[in-house]
């Protein structure tokens, strides 16, 4: 099942990502389609991660580290989220107004530094080559994502964007 799933999660990602990429450049934006298939690119996933871990009390300091990882991890992507300001532009439905304040000051994606953070928190609980693998895909996808959005607002914000992506990092400390 484990294998299924994490074969179905590169599947998934790459038709995700290609179909983002093709609504950007055509619309401008995501439809519902485009929204749900990045949607699936993210839980096919931790699918993997749900089923390669068992859940228990922590009794390890990894155990201890995965939870303050994971928590802190999923706080960052909420506030980056709440950042946004707008469901629409937290949907990709609309880019709405450039964002560079709160965690946007440190990196141009906390959002997804914060989601990636939450799933390695996640799978330190229980560490497997599941989860090591499930972690390898959504990494991937999540960078590949990063770059088709940034073609995107590349061409939505024009010289504003390219000015925040010379002075904040990809990441945090990253790819400047």
Not at 33 to 52: E, I, K, S, Y
Not at 66 to 78: M, P, T, Y
Not at 104 to 127: C, E, I, K, M, T
Request: glycine share 8%; aromatic share 12%; hydrophobic share 50%.
């Amino acid at each position: 099942m484990l294998a299924y799933l994490l074969a179905l999660s590169i599947v998934v990602s790459a038709v995700a990502l290609v179909y983002a990429r093709w609504e950007y450049r055509r619309r401008g934006r995501l439809t519902v389609v485009g929204l749900a298939l990045l949607c699936t690119m993210l839980l096919v996933p931790n699918l993997v991660l749900d089923f390669a871990t068992s859940y228990a009390v922590p009794t390890t300091m990894m155990d201890y580290v995965g939870i303050v990882v994971g928590v802190g991890g999923l706080a960052l992507c909420l506030v980056a989220m709440i950042r946004f300001r707008a469901i629409t532009k937290i949907l990709c439905l609309n880019p709405g107004e450039l964002t560079s304040a709160g965690p946007y000051r440190w990196s141009r994606n906390p959002q997804y530094v914060g989601w990636l953070l939450f799933l390695v928190g996640f799978a330190l609980n229980d560490w497997s080559w599941w989860c090591l693998g499930a972690l390898g895909v959504v990494a991937v996808s999540l960078h590949l994502l990063v770059l088709v959005e940034e073609e995107h607002l590349r061409r939505v914000f024009g010289e504003p964007y390219e000015d925040f992506c010379r002075r904040t990092p990809r990441y945090v400390g990253w790819g400047r």
